[in-house]
């Protein structure tokens, strides 16, 4: 068979023929196998045209079985080449030096860096061999701190690779280059910039976040404090107000003549400064 064989292309088998107990030029040959080990071709007819095909070898008595759009039911199969009476055979396995399956779909790459940290997810769902992949960051590659981990599906991997790394260096804005070999295939993703200057949306998220709390324990502050204010101020002009009504009264007794002690004969007195006189006419008409 023709290696690497290639998931999805044409696979080719070979099957020559040196010697046989039948003359060759009176000797049929035959292909069989496949998932259900079935004739595919015989004497160069093929069983089913748009899946397998015979031909002719550039030596004599060269058969070359040719299958299209080679896929996972082609593979871990027994093959027979049949000449004549004599027959050889050979199971395929499916090994990691052998084949080969190119991901169809691009394979889903996410970065980011944040306080340092430098984070890369590959994902690809189908995949074989093992994609072996190089992310190069600020002129350093990273292809031996990368984790690979893989599971089945089907008789393929589902790939996930992951890249974490503290960065060191302190430059804003690099290139970020991804590359990955899949068995003879190198696939290169586009650049693309990375600026571990910026504030990611997270961030500025909770520092918008963080702003609203503090700017709503301002306001309840604020609105808790007026009260106190208000109290403050009216009790304030209630203690600068007493000592004015004081005053006041002892200036209107001083200008009616009275002072605590003399008498007074002014009838509009409401404090009663002739407290005194009309004790004394008292006096007089009990004499």
Same mark, same amino acid.
């Given at each position: 068979?023709?290696k690497p064989v290639i998931f999805g292309k044409t696979a080719e088998m070979y099957c020559k023929v040196e010697h046989t107990e039948i003359p060759l030029n009176e000797s049929s040959n035959s292909w069989n196998g496949g998932p259900n080990n079935t004739l595919l071709s015989k004497d160069g007819f093929s069983t ?40 050889? &055979? ?61 599971? @089945? ?9 992951? @890249? ?8 804003? &804005?690099?290139?970020?280059?991804? &590359? ?81 002690? &003399? ?25």
């Amino acid at each position: 068979m023709n290696k690497p064989v290639i998931f999805g292309k044409t696979a080719e088998m070979y099957c020559k023929v040196e010697h046989t107990e039948i003359p060759l030029n009176e000797s049929s040959n035959s292909w069989n196998g496949g998932p259900n080990n079935t004739l595919l071709s015989k004497d160069g007819f093929s069983t089913n045209k748009k899946k397998y095909e015979e031909k002719m070898g550039q030596g004599e008595f060269t058969y070359i079985l040719q299958i299209h759009n080679f896929s996972e039911l082609d593979v871990d199969c027994i093959y027979s080449c049949t000449f004549g009476v004599d027959s050889a &055979s050979k199971k395929f396995d499916l090994n990691e030096e052998d084949y080969q399956y190119v991901p169809t779909e691009m394979m889903h790459v996410s970065s980011e860096v944040r306080n340092n940290n430098f984070k890369v997810d590959i994902r690809c769902n189908r995949v074989w061999p093992t994609p072996i992949c190089d992310v190069s960051f600020q002129g350093i590659h990273y292809a031996n701190k990368t984790s690979t981990s893989k599971t @089945l599906n089907g008789k393929l991997y589902s790939v996930f690779i992951t @890249l974490r790394q503290r960065l060191s260096t302190h430059s804003c &804005s690099s290139k970020m280059i991804i &590359s990955c070999q899949i068995g003879t295939e190198h696939i290169v993703f586009p650049s693309k910039m990375l600026d571990r200057c910026t504030v990611t949306d997270d961030n500025q998220a909770k520092t918008g976040s963080y702003a609203r709390v503090i700017a709503l324990l301002i306001a309840i502050i604020g609105i808790g404090l007026i009260p106190f204010v208000v109290y403050i101020v009216v009790a304030q002009k209630r203690k600068n107000s007493i000592p004015v009504q004081i005053i006041y009264t002892e200036i209107r007794r001083t200008e009616n003549g009275c002072n605590g002690n &003399s008498d007074s004969e002014n009838p509009d007195d409401p404090v009663g400064c002739n407290s005194n006189s009309d004790q004394l006419s008292s006096n007089v008409n009990q004499t």
